[in-house]
């Protein structure tokens, strides 16, 4: 089996959760006269490609150190969202159902599209990215504990609707957008779809039950669209880790990686290296012809 990076470039550039500390990096050493290059790097965990931890929302739980290899790194899908929802839209277990086999136990990566406008596509837009992106209700929650979902990762800023979280005091212009999108689309408004008793349900209602999640996903994900594959995270193994910065990594039969790299060398690329989402619609339109199987 061969891998696919799911991760997004690490850098000084590359936003955290808002408020949270972005990657910071300087030298501390340089070939002249130390004979060896040295760096300082701070950082909060939830930068760039992570996976936050049971501890980051419920006490009891889990470090990240303590996190089993059989359990980060498993069979699992990539489902494509993009047809289906857009700015401040809700998802739904149907919605993954109707477009992928779902297995009990999988690891489920869940792809809006949203990462086409992460900072290092060419269709970058950072409020789009974290504040606009869509999210799921309750309903979502309950489903990924009856199908024991072992965890999620998601190619946007949270993994919860960013009106379900603090982002919908802190950006208000985008919560009245917000307001009025749910009033025209789903008969009611925000505060009342996304009461007090459903706040960050994604993490408060899913990881004492051991459902974690990983954030910010991109890479090479859309050549995975809605197709089975081995899944890993491998973040450190962290004591008292609350999250952790990680790499995604998919694994694919040798056959089906050779297939998706001659897609790959069809398709425009970022700057990084990795494939331009919106500017290989192509792909996208592939995905949704097809219902996954075993390849």
């Not at 900072?119 to 999210?135: F, I, L, S």
């Not at 800023?157 to 212009?173: E, K």
Request: with cysteine.
């Amino acid at each position: 089996m061969l891998p696919i990076d799911l991760s997004i470039p690490l850098g000084i550039g590359t936003p955290a959760w808002p408020t949270y500390e972005p990657l910071q990096m300087k030298y501390f050493k340089r070939l002249a006269p130390n004979g060896a290059n040295g760096q300082l790097l701070t950082h909060s965990n939830h930068v760039g490609t992570h996976l936050d931890g049971e501890i980051h929302f419920y006490g009891p739980g889990r470090d990240i150190a303590s996190l089993p290899l059989d359990y980060l790194m498993h069979e699992g899908v990539v489902v494509d969202l993009s047809d289906a929802v857009g700015d401040y839209d809700v998802y739904t277990s149907r919605m993954i159902e109707e477009r992928v086999e779902v297995k009990d136990g999988d690891i489920l990566i869940i792809h809006t599209g949203y990462h086409h406008h992460g900072w290092d596509q060419p269709a970058a837009d950072e409020v789009k990215y974290m504040v606009k992106h869509p999210g799921p209700d309750r309903e979502f929650a309950l489903w990924c504990r009856s199908r024991k979902i072992r965890w999620i990762g998601v190619d946007c800023g949270s993994a919860d609707h960013p009106m379900n979280t603090i982002i919908r005091d802190w950006m208000p212009r985008q919560a009245r957008e917000a307001d009025a999108h749910f009033r025209s689309k789903y008969g009611m408004p925000l505060a009342d779809f996304y009461d007090d008793s459903k706040y960050q349900l994604m993490h408060l209602e899913l990881f004492n039950h051991g459902i974690i999640h990983a954030e910010c996903l991109g890479g090479d994900i859309d050549l995975l669209l809605n197709r089975r594959a081995v899944i890993a995270a491998f973040p450190w193994r962290l004591v008292d880790g609350e999250s952790c910065i990680s790499r995604i990594v998919a694994f694919v039969d040798d056959d089906l990686h050779a297939r998706l790299m001659a897609e790959k060398a069809r398709a425009k690329l970022t700057k990084y290296g990795d494939i331009a989402g919106i500017e290989n619609d192509w792909l996208h339109q592939r995905a949704r012809n097809r219902k996954t199987t075993a390849g």
